[in-house]
């Protein structure tokens, strides 16, 4: 069973960074594809930026790119994301979720993830 502990979230003001991090326990990090999704209030959950298991490959919601950094230090079991120049509309719960199934490819679609964390919250004030 897979374990999956968000941390780093909390209020921050427009401009500002935050490192939202992902510590995996109960299967072997390093062998299958994470992702980040986010949730705001009254939306439905949308990709945010997935990473392969090596790192080496990486995919981003054309709202973070260039913002945002997906990063993965499998000795450590933890998925990262670093939130740079964060707006408010960024604002959102934010979950990090893990596919063990192989595949090739990145997935954005939240029903291809097969284990979720329970969120962190991340406020953006303007």
């Known amino acids: 069973q897979v374990q999956m502990v968000e941390s780093g979230g909390g209020s921050v003001q427009a401009g500002a960074s935050l490192r939202l991090s992902c510590t995996v326990s109960?299967?072997?990090?390093?062998?299958?594809?994470m992702g980040w999704f986010r949730q705001a209030l009254g939306k439905e959950r949308e990709f945010v930026a997935a990473?392969?298991?090596?790192?080496?490959?990486?995919k981003y919601a054309d709202s973070v790119k260039g913002r945002f950094t997906i990063s993965r230090d499998n000795a450590k079991s933890t998925l990262y994301l670093q939130m740079n120049s964060p707006k408010p509309d960024d604002t959102a719960v934010y979950y990090c979720a893990a596919r063990t199934r192989r595949a090739v490819l990145l997935f954005v679609d939240p029903n291809e993830y097969d284990y979720w964390g329970q969120g962190t919250q991340v406020t953006v004030s303007s």
């Open positions: 109960g299967h072997t990090f390093g062998t299958y594809a």
């Open positions: 990473i392969g298991w090596d790192g080496t490959v990486t």
